[in-house]
Each structure stands twice: as C-alpha cells, then as structure tokens.
C-alpha cells in the first residue's frame, strides 16, 4: 500500500446515519504547554513560542514562515488536519493558516490560509507543479476579521478528493491526483503579523466498524469446502488457522512481523494462505481474510486484512480502531505502543489515543513512566506525555528499547559506542565503560566486556536493580530467569572457529545472588520462559567426553536433576532437514531418547508418552511433531496423535474451512 507522509484523522464526513464511524487521533494538542515538541525560535526575523495555551508565531519580514512536523497517515482512509488560528496584530492583507502534507522543500505542500481583511486563499505546490485551488486570494463572507477572532481550518482527505472547511463551512474542494506529497504538517504566516494557533488535532477514520469476515447468523459468504468436523484447540482457547484455498500442501511457517524493535511480536504468513480465527471448539469465527493476527494479549488482537495495516479486536471481535496502524506491540499493563509510518504513539484497550503518534521511539512504560524519542531526542516521559526528564537531557538509549527498569535505564553514551545506566533524571549510575546491556524484569543487567584473551570474545556479568555488581564480567554466558540464572563458563563465549577451547564450555546454575546451586560441569543448560521452574541439562557423556551432544536430563531452580542425566542427548539422521530434536523441557514435558526410541516425561520423572517414536520434537503450543514407522504426525499432551501440519505448533494450514456451529 502506498503510504505518504502528512498528518490527520477526524470525525465522519461522507457517511450514511446507519453507519458507525471508528476514529483513531494521531495529534491532538491545545499547547497547554510544549509537550509535544513543536519549534521554539526567537530570531530578528521570526519568533515561535508556546504560551497562555497558545502556540504563537510572530514573523517580523516580509515573506513567509512556517512551523512544521512530521506527520503519517495511511492515505488508504480519510483523515483529516484541522487548527484554530486567530490574527492578533499586524498586517491584515496577508495570510495565515495551516499546511499539510509538504515535502522536500520550502513551498512543496497544500497551503489553506485567511487574512486579517477576509479573504482565504488554497493552494497546492509540489515541486515545478502550483494548483491554484481556490484560483488566488477569494473574499469569504466565513472568514471572521479583527483582532482576537480566531477563525477554524480544516482540511478533510479522502481518497484524492481534498474539502476545505472555515469555521465549519465548505468553502472549496479539490481533486487532486498523482501529486507526490510528503509529511510535514504545521502553521504557516506571512508578512508581519502575530498569530496565535489552539486546538491542533489531526486524526483518521472508517466510515464502518464491521469486522470483515465475522461470523453473524451462523452465516458466512466465504466460499471453500467445509470440514465435517471441528478441529478443538490444542490451547483451549481461541485459535488462528490458515487456509490456502489452492489446496497445495505447501509450507505455512509464521515469522516475526519485519521490525526496528525486538517488542514488535506479530506474525505473517510467507505464502498465499489466509488467516482466520476457530473458538476453543474450533468452530468457524472468523472468515480466513486476514494476513495478521496476532494472539490475544489482555483481551486484545490486532489484526490485519490485505496489507500491514492493523486493527485493534477485543475478544468479541469487536473492531475497536480504524485498519490504520502500520506495526503494534501486544498490550502490557492496559498499554499498547502502535506506530503510524516512522512515528510510534501509545494507545488504551478501548483504542484511544494516550501519546501522539510523533515519536521515534517509546518504551514499555513502567509505572506510567516511559523512555521515548522525539525530534531525534531523548527523554523520559509520562503515559500522558509530561516531561520528567526533558528532550535532549539525557543520551539515547540505542539498542536498548526494553526501557525503565526499576527506574534505571541502559543508555549508551553520546557516541553510541559503550554502554551504562543511567536513572530517571539522566545520572549515570554505572558509567558507560561497556560493550553491550541487556536488561531482564526484576532489575537486573547483564553487561558485557571485551575479552581480552581472545579477540571478538566477550565476557558478561550481573548487575542488580541498583546497578552494583552481583557476578563479575568474567562469564561466557549469563541468562537469567525467574527462578535461577544459568552461567557459563569463559569458553562459553568464544565462537565455533575456536574449536579447542570451545569444547571446554562448561555451564552451571546460580540463584539471584550468584551463588552456585551446581558445579560448572553441564555441556549445555536451557530454559524455555522466562519464568520455568526446570531447566533442560545435559552432562559429558561418560565413555566419551568430548561428544558434544552428551546425555539429557532435567535440573529444578535449586538444581537437583529431577531426570538424572543418563538420557542420550541423540540426533535422529532427519535433524538438518526438519530441525533440532535434542532434549528441551517445554510445556510441563521433555522428550528423551531410550533403547533406539523417543518419548516424553513430566517434572516428576514419570513417562507420559511412551518411548515409540523415531524422533520427537519439543512441545510448542500444545502439540508436537514425531515420527513413527516413517510417518510424520502430531502428539498432544496426552499423546494422542493428529494429522501432521507443515504449519508448524502456532497455526494450522488447512485446506477445508473450519465448521461454523450450528
């Protein structure tokens, strides 16, 4: 879809009285004070200020000066740029307004303006091109004059078709067709005067807030041939499927969404098969028309029909949001960060717009509290926008968009070469002397150190929630858990080029204060989850200790082999075509090879799926992939076996569309 840069949404226009709008506000802002960053300047020429709820330009020259933002809209839906202007004193034969949509360059844009003796005038500049909408300076008997009298613009979009509104009258409209526009977005004066701008608001709409392709009536329009049968989910809850309606057998892996930021986590399919959505049962919801659907998190899914632009469903399948947002993060404590183009804003469960879609980047809040990025700065912030730390007082936190921390941010330093923590109000807590941070909840950090016996090697340590040092950097590896953290030795960090001191890798387990809960003596220790109480462990293997594979078994969080460790940790011949199947606890089950077969055991030591398989795969989503007699199947966690999905544990592809319950 072709998206241009600009600024808008509003309230309907075009719409029948059945129909229901759905709107979503990019920028709203009464310049109670500058939260949002428009430009602050005082010149000989120009001077631009925010006060007494007003955001003042006063151009002191001849010609014109303009105060301008970024702004994106999705230019598939209407939206709408609207402000109040009122001419406080100076010149009354010379404009004034807003403009919208400019790109590269000083006049390139849609320029609507009024002057001080009642005329407005509407014209379009891109590049060599000038549409003179209004055909020059027009008399308005809708333009208020005089000084204090503000006068309302605004601009309505939809499709290429441009309506001019002054003070709520329809004063032009224009067709404008295959003109390159760009997102700058803001106020335009000229020729000494003083105006006052109020009420900037710029937002984006649906006319309908069906949900495409939901089940009503027990009815679908959706032609395809039906299942005789539902398929339950493996989840017990509500699940998404794919259908491919060519009825090829081809591949339907999912992928995280293409992202900046590790926080984005939908997921698309890489073939032509639609999305759709079965209840628990897995009777028919939704239509499969959907390229996006992401689970539900905290009662929501955003979803996507076509292309990438998202919509926020609340468990009813209720759409909440116009199909507008470009990417979107799950939701997290009532929270959502969406973007919009380049700009990400922050949205509520019920689809209202908390912080304007104006950054470059926002963090996870923590307690109402947020890094963000504005006009290439950086600064903490609130859920409503107020300033903590202001914009440019502390450094930005580059590949580091977890954000607060208990308070504590990983920044790195004004170069962007090494990293440290600073706190809320931008001191550095622990310098920036170090190669990389990773931050975990609970307030810990993992920084890391350059190796200095090895070039390219790093070596990590462990920080607390006050940044002092809970484990020296002199570990291969730290990951941390819930329960317990899994250490590795210094060959832990070293690559597979060097071989002969890569087998010397040892791995251990600690609690949270870095105390040892098992020798360094594991050839490998995994978690799946940042909460698991178990951790998959695999020791030398004892006639031969340098077989890398060794033999399987199962450590608690205070590292007791609940499994003992004499399960061969053995690759089936079939491994490099469909992936790794050495032993990993997932899911409450770990699947360990016995006497030349495969199976599944609990925490508890207890065999839950008998050891019948050829090779056995990790439990992802409730299911399973194994082997048996050379046949390719599912296994649930009772081990009953279903049809085989090339679809992998997340979605289904199926080449029937699920029942819908009767």
């Not at 150190?449 to 340590?461: C, H, R």
Request: proline residues 4%; glycine residues 10%; positive net charge.
């Amino acid at each position: 879809m072709n998206r241009y840069l600009t600024a808008a949404l509003l309230t309907l226009f075009f719409f029948s009285s059945s129909a229901q709008m759905l709107s979503t506000t990019i920028l709203k802002d009464d310049f109670t004070d500058n939260r949002f960053g428009w430009a602050i300047n005082k010149t000989d020429s120009v001077e631009y200020e925010v006060t007494g709820g007003k955001y003042i330009l006063t151009n002191k020259s001849v010609g014109g000066y303009k105060s301008m933002r970024n702004l994106w809209v999705n230019r598939s839906l209407p939206y709408s740029v609207s402000a109040s202007a009122t001419w406080f004193s100076g010149s009354t034969d010379r404009g004034y307004g807003i403009f919208v949509n400019g790109g590269i360059g000083a006049g390139n844009g849609i320029e609507f303006a009024v002057s001080g003796n009642g005329y407005y005038r509407v014209i379009v500049t891109s590049g060599t091109i000038t549409i003179p909408v209004s055909k020059g300076w027009k008399k308005s008997q809708f333009v208020r004059t005089g000084s204090g009298s503000p006068n309302v613009l605004r601009i309505d979009v939809t499709g290429d078709y441009y309506t001019f509104y002054l003070n709520e009258n329809i004063v032009d409209t224009a067709t404008l067709k295959n003109v390159p526009l760009g997102a700058r977005t803001g106020f335009i004066v000229y020729h000494r005067q003083q105006i006052l701008f109020d009420d900037f608001e710029a937002k984006q709409w649906n006319n309908d807030a069906v949900l495409p392709g939901k089940i009503v009536n027990k009815t679908s329009a959706f032609a395809g041939p039906v299942a005789a049968k539902p398929v339950a989910s493996p989840k017990g809850k509500m699940q998404s499927y794919y259908y491919d309606a060519t009825g090829k057998k081809t591949s339907a892996a999912t992928v995280p969404a293409d992202d900046e930021d590790d926080d984005w986590d939908l997921f698309e399919s890489d073939m032509s098969a639609k999305v759709g959505l079965t209840d628990k049962d897995g009777y028919r919801l939704l239509d499969p028309l959907y390229k996006y659907i992401s689970e539900f998190a905290e009662g929501r899914s955003f979803m996507a029909v076509h292309d990438t632009s998202y919509a926020l469903v609340d468990e009813q399948l209720n759409r909440l949001t116009p199909f507008v947002f470009d990417h979107a993060a799950y939701f997290n404590n009532g929270y959502a960060i969406v973007s919009l183009g380049r700009l990400k804003g922050m949205i509520d469960k019920n689809g209202k717009t908390l912080l304007p879609f104006i950054y470059g980047h926002l963090s996870k809040p923590e307690n109402g509290i947020l890094y963000a990025e504005l006009n290439g700065k950086a600064g903490i912030i609130t859920v409503t926008g107020q300033e903590l730390v202001p914009f440019g007082k502390i450094p930005l936190a580059r590949n580091n968009y977890y954000g607060l921390n208990n308070g504590l941010l990983a920044s790195a330093d004004s170069l962007g070469k090494k990293y440290g923590i600073i706190d809320k109000t931008g001191k550095w807590v622990a310098e920036p002397v170090y190669t990389s941070i990773v931050t975990y909840p609970e307030g810990f950090y993992v920084v890391g150190v350059a190796n200095p016996k090895v070039a390219g090697a790093t070596l990590y340590g462990l920080m607390d929630k006050n940044a002092k040092f809970i484990l020296q950097p002199v570990h291969g590896r730290i990951s941390v858990f819930k329960n317990a953290i899994i250490l590795g030795n210094e060959q832990a960090g070293m690559s597979t080029a060097d071989f002969r001191e890569k087998i010397k890798a040892r791995y251990g387990l600690a609690d949270k204060t870095g105390k040892l809960l098992t020798d360094m003596k594991y050839l490998r220790i995994s978690g799946y989850g940042d909460t698991t109480s178990y951790f998959t462990a695999v020791a030398e293997l004892k006639t031969d200790p340098f077989n890398r594979f060794g033999t399987a078994g199962l450590l608690d969080k205070r590292g007791k082999e609940v499994i003992p460790c004499i399960y061969e940790n053995k690759i089936s011949v079939d491994e490099k075509q469909y992936g790794n199947e050495t032993a990993e606890y997932t899911e409450g089950l770990i699947n360990l090879y016995k006497d030349g077969k495969y199976g599944y055991m609990n925490a508890a030591g207890k065999v839950v799926i008998p050891f019948i398989y050829t090779s056995a795969y990790p439990f992802y989503d409730g299911q399973a992939a194994v082997t048996k007699d050379g046949k390719k199947t599912y296994v649930d966690k009772t081990g009953k076996e279903k049809e085989y999905s090339l679809a992998g544990g997340m979605y289904d592809t199926r080449y029937e569309l699920p029942p819908i319950r009767k």
